[in-house]
């Protein structure tokens, strides 16, 4: 649509369905639409009178999912609607099936902003890249949250914390792990407290300087307290 011009579908009273579409060009994350409509006359809003919007990855699949934002509101709508229309993919599709008597279904739209960014991108122009640990590297465009899974052993509200599991990951929302059990080297209940110091996670190794390391156990500095031996400083010696 050409700027400060309308455009809209035929009159034609056999017309059931009508709809306008625009392609993004890019795989992308939407959150909100606006609408902006002639504002000459109220009474022609009721062209959008029950309108829908879609999201889809192709120019035809559309018809196939549920819409991201429908009209149900009572009375026309106003002549700038500015609606929340969660979604994924490249192609926005703005489609109205309210028969009017003697014309047929009719859509009328003067500009249509889609916000949002480009899958993988988030936040003021979308200059920023959505984390790594997020699973198909999907964010919500504003927020940056993960909107899927976080990716293998990785959790919380950004998939920030990675859980050392011994076998099969974690929960990706509190981090317990599917089978209890950590790493060599790490303790807790989703296993990301690192032992260290004199703590080799099982037991207790008395290194005279340095502790020990957090796998073997082995003192980092060779050498053990007084009463103690052992290559993890972990036997009492018998006196």
Known sequence: ???????????????????????????????????YYRNDTGSETRLLDGFKIYISNGP????????????????????????TCVGYGRYVTVYNDHYHEADGAILELCEVQVFGCKSGTYGWE???????TCQENRCDPYMAHCLKACADNYFGLNCEKFCHCKNDGCNPENGHCFVPGCKAGYKGVNCTTACGGNVFCNSSCNCETGGCDIVTGMCVVPGCRAGWKGKGCNERMEF
């Open 126 to 132: 979308c200059r920023k890249s959505c984390p790594l």
């Open 60 to 83: 035809s699949n559309w018809r196939n999912k549920e819409p991201c934002f429908k009209d149900t509101t009572p009375g026309y709508p106003s002549s700038i609607l500015n609606v």
């Open 1 to 35: 649509m050409l700027s400060n011009s309308c455009a809209y579908t035929k009159w034609l009273p056999q017309n059931q369905e009508v709809w306008w579409q625009v392609d993004l060009l890019m795989y992308s994350e939407i959150k909100d639409v606006t609408i």
